[in-house]
């Protein structure tokens, strides 16, 4: 295998896939945390190890925010070059004003699942979104809920108030589903607020079931205060690498601050800045000293919401038996 995984990681591998008729390996993480790295290298290392299966590997997104198109640098998508020729899916399939569930990220991965699994080659499930990833891995059946009416009322009392008095509902009622998105993650507070009104809480209404593959699960581990460190560094290459820019073009196409696509950490901050008109467009030197504060106070705010994602994350994970944990 490539000289990039490790000798005990390699043979964990190579041992998973020659006694598996239906392998899973799972790539999971903080944001951040060096997934995509590690799944190309081992993608690369499976096709070299196991010759004869065509691309050896294929790699499924599970980031919610990689589904959405349009919205490229905030999401730090990989790019066609970063691919390598890996084939990846799950990418760049939804329009930023379409909602998203796990149900339907479900469905949507069990079917490129198998369609990997057809070619004879190993899916490879890489993100870091918790509940999707549950989703697939813990083959959970998700409550039914949906009643168009119903949809509308919420849709309507959120409006209201921007989400205040569901999500305060849901912090009262079930605190642990509240602790898992943002009060302006608007699909997910309407979704919680129906399963709500069906009388069950959100954290509780998923069964649980076994998955239909087998699973070689790792988890990217690195250390707190260097994970910050990632996020800042990378906070500020997205700026440079025109976010701002991107989030403006976005505006212009007609998209806004509560479209599902913006539920992204930092879409809307930006967002907000270019619509109160704080951010101003290339021009004199005081424009220029004051989108460079602007941009600083983006950064700090960025890089501390991303943070408390990335807790999120671990904390979710962390007491997943299953998983076998790299440290970088």
Request: proline share 4%; net charge positive.
């Amino acid at each position: 295998m490539s000289s990039q995984i490790d000798k005990k990681t390699a043979e964990r591998v190579l041992a998973f896939l020659q006694g598996s008729s239906r392998p899973l390996i799972v790539i999971l993480g903080p944001t951040a945390s060096g997934k995509t790295a590690f799944s190309l290298d081992l993608a690369h290392s499976i096709k070299a190890a196991i010759p004869g299966r065509g691309f050896g590997a294929e790699i499924v997104n599970a980031d919610s925010r990689q589904l959405y198109k349009f919205m490229d640098i905030g999401t730090a998508k990989i790019s066609k070059d970063e691919m390598q020729g890996i084939p990846h899916h799950l990418i760049n399939v939804l329009d930023p004003k379409e909602p998203v569930t796990a149900a339907w990220y479900k469905t949507q991965a069990a079917k490129v699942i198998d369609d990997i699994h057809k070619r004879g080659n190993v899916p490879m499930l890489v993100g870091g979104s918790m509940l999707y990833i549950s989703a697939v891995i813990d083959d959970l059946q998700f409550v039914d809920v949906a009643d168009p009416g119903q949809r509308a009322m919420l849709e309507a009392a959120y409006d209201k108030d921007e989400g205040m008095a569901l999500y305060e509902r849901l912090q009262k009622e079930d605190p642990e589903t509240a602790g898992r998105f943002d009060r302006r993650n608007k699909p997910y507070v309407i979704r919680a607020a129906e399963i709500l009104e069906s009388g069950h809480k959100p954290s509780a209404a998923k069964r649980k079931g076994t998955a239909p593959y087998d699973l070689l699960i790792f988890g990217m581990d690195i250390p707190r205060d260097a994970l910050a460190r990632c996020i800042e560094e990378r906070t500020k290459t997205l700026l440079q690498n025109g976010w701002i820019d991107e989030v403006r073009q976005l505006l212009k196409d007609g998209y806004t601050e509560l479209d599902p696509g913006f539920g992204s950490v930092g879409y809307r901050e930006i967002a907000a800045a270019i619509s109160n008109g704080k951010l101003k467009t290339c021009g004199e030197q005081s424009r220029t000293i004051e989108n460079s504060k602007l941009k600083e106070q983006l950064v700090e705010t960025i890089s501390a919401k991303t943070r408390q994602y990335a807790k999120r994350q671990m904390t979710w994970w962390r007491r997943d038996e299953r998983i076998q944990w790299i440290k970088l």
